[in-house]
């Protein structure tokens, strides 16, 4: 459905929050309004502002006229970057800018200033796309609720969302990605979060931050971004992030399953044949939680305190939990050919590993348990060391397939925590890899499939599952940890 134009994306609006100027000034008026911004000019439902990004493949602006003769309602372009023949006249206002990027992050700042409503944003190493997800269905019991898509959540999607904002929207829950120092900082300046929830530090990013603990300080810029009259959710199981954020001068509500510190703790948590969880709190509410592991079950407890900070009846936050389901390639469970899948090949790291692995081996299977395991990405000079560690989590009486770079260490772990050499097989790719799981699975078995974005292992989800595994959406190909 093609959104109504935003009331604070108009022609005029792009011009001030850009310091930009009208290539080919055109008696436009101040009627004209974009209904959002937008960088893939396949995508486009009609009537938003074009933003032409260099990418890795194509320049955007080599499809500017493209995006103009077709349903954009208009286009930044960069100054200087005009065609010999100029642009296409469609009667379309054409907005030169220094920077095409800098101009779309500085409308999106503006929508967000002109958007008078809280913003609720979460990050950490893992978990962030679901505990938004579970936020967003907790809060939308009672109010309208607006959120990135995927975890659209980095120095382009997240600008991207605040174009789309609003009036109607109640409230704005975001995730927020790094690679980097100060990238969490920049964001929040963006998107001016009043509650922020961070849900776990650990081993990602390591070539770019070198350790887990500026891992923690870099995902902390969101706790020094929240005012003093908003709200900090953090983790007290934690062992870095709860240290470093507990005792911030601003009001602070702190969730766990272990650390008897934390303000919401559960009673009992008990985890059901199928992998998901049973949960009660001290309180008496319960809920049914779908998703698979307990990580999850912290997730929940995060987005419950959240719900409590905005009003929300806890039976309200337990039913909307009680409906949550898996998002495409995060311990999503799939059964084919009688097989059970684990399809968590959306991305990975050391953390998510031994969760993953754990519920490998503690669901109940009636046949072979299987782990099929790629490369974690950038973990930097510790990483031989980490995929090792990997190995030596995979259940003893598992299969273990590996292929990647690192396939040699995650095997010696796995031999060195006892796993029989037949059981051990490594690939040189990751198709044969595929082919050979789809052969030696059986019926009763639990296959569990996980590696890091680049390595694609979802060819191994489609060759046990064909057609139900599909590509990654491709609104959550940007994002980061």
């Known amino acids: 459905m093609t959104l109504k134009g935003s009331p604070w994306l108009g022609v005029v609006d792009a011009l ?18 974009f209904t959002a911004c937008a960088i ?34 208009g286009s930044l372009v960069k100054e ?22 800098a101009a779309l992050q500085a409308i999106g700042r503006h929508c967000r200033e002109r958007a008078a409503l809280p913003v609720v944003a979460v990050t950490g190493s893992n978990g962030k796309t679901t505990t938004k997800e579970m936020i967003a269905a907790v809060l939308g019991t009672a109010q309208t609720v607006h959120r990135n898509v995927g975890n659209l959540n980095n120095h382009i999607g997240v600008p991207l969302t605040l174009t789309t904002l609003r009036p109607e929207h109640d409230v704005l829950v975001v995730e927020l990605g790094m690679s980097a120092r100060g990238e969490i900082a920049f964001l929040a300046s963006l998107c001016r979060p009043q509650v922020g929830v961070l849900t776990n530090a650990s081993a990602a990013h390591l070539a770019q931050l070198g350790s887990v603990d500026e891992v923690a300080r870099a995902k902390s810029e969101l706790a020094e971004a929240i005012p003093a009259g908003g709200l900090l959710v953090l983790n007290a199981d934690d062992p870095r992030l709860w240290p470093l954020n507990r005792k911030r001068p601003i009001p602070i509500r702190s969730y766990a399953l272990e650390n008897p510190e934390a303000d919401l703790r559960p009673s009992a948590v008990v985890m059901t044949a199928s992998g998901g969880s049973q949960v009660t709190l001290a309180d008496g509410t319960e ?18 305190l959240v ?40 991305n990975a790291n050391p953390a998510s ?19 099929v395991l790629g490369d974690m990405l950038e973990l930097g000079p510790g990483a031989e060391a980490l995929h090792e560690e990997v190995g030596r989590l995979v259940p003893a009486d598992s299969w273990l397939y590996v292929s990647g770079a690192h396939a040699a260490a995650v095997e010696r772990g796995a031999r060195s925590a006892g796993i029989s050499p037949p059981r051990l097989r490594r690939f040189d790719d990751v198709p ?37 595994a599909g590509a990654p959406d491709a609104l959550t190909t940007a994002g980061r940890d």
């Open 40 to 73: 893939d000019s396949r995508t486009l439902e009609g009537g938003e502002l074009f933003v032409p990004l260099p990418g890795s493949r194509a320049d955007g602006h080599d499809f500017v006229a493209a995006a103009l003769e077709g349903k954009a309602g």
């Open 307 to 346: 719900g409590d900070h905005f009003g929300i009846p806890r039976t309200k936050a337990a039913a909307a939990l009680d409906s949550m389901r898996p998002s495409r390639h995060r311990l999503e469970l799939i059964q084919a050919r009688g097989v059970s899948i684990l399809d968590d090949t959306y």
């Open 432 to 468: 044969s890899m595929a082919a050979a799981v789809s052969a030696d699975a059986r019926p009763g078995d639990l296959v569990l499939v996980k590696a890091s974005r680049g390595m694609r292992l979802e060819r191994v989800v489609e060759a046990l599952a064909p057609g139900m």
């Open 353 to 371: 590993m031994r969760e993953a692995l754990a519920l490998l081996g503690a669901m109940e299977t009636r046949g072979e348990r299987r782990a």
């Open 16 to 33: 001030e929050a850009t310091g930009g100027r009208l290539w080919d000034p055109l008696p436009l008026g101040n009627g004209l309004r």
């Open 80 to 101: 200087g970057r005009r065609p010999a023949t100029g642009w296409p006249r469609t009667g379309k206002p054409i907005i030169e800018v220094r920077d095409p990027l």
């Open 287 to 304: 809920f049914s939680l779908p998703l698979l592991g307990r990580h999850n079950v912290r997730n929940a407890l995060a987005a419950i």
